[in-house]
């Protein structure tokens, strides 16, 4: 049973950074596609971001430019380099792992406010 686990999140000033770190029980190199999610109340899961085994790499528009999503397969780990952040990016981050089949991290808050 692969396991995902977010860190990283926390209040962070309009403007400022944070990097979220997505540590895997097993390899990473097998899955095919990782991904980074948010969710706030009352909305939808939205896909922020997105890389592939080989390396191709998706972003939601509202985040082109500001965030840098990657992957170390040597550390089990892909990232989420947040810059130049808005209060509009306050969420909850998922990850998110598919290899056959879905698997989800616990989630780690977000929150951009002065």
């Known amino acids: 049973q692969v396991q995902l686990v977010e860190s990283g999140g926390g209040l962070v000033q309009p403007g400022g950074s944070l990097r979220l770190s997505c540590v895997a029980s097993g390899s990473i190199s097998l899955f095919n596609v990782m991904a980074w999610y948010r969710q706030v109340p009352g909305k939808e899961r939205e896909l922020v971001a997105g890389?592939?085994?080989?390396?191709?790499?998706t972003y939601v528009d509202s985040v082109k430019g500001r965030f840098t999503i990657s992957r170390d397969n040597a550390k089990n780990t892909m990232y989420l380099q947040m810059n130049s952040l808005k209060s509009e990016d306050t969420a909850v981050y998922y990850c998110?792992?598919?290899?056959?089949?879905?698997?989800w991290g616990q989630g780690t808050q977000v929150t951009v406010s002065s």
């Open positions: 890389v592939t085994r080989g390396g191709t790499t």
């Open positions: 998110k792992a598919f290899m056959g089949r879905e698997y």
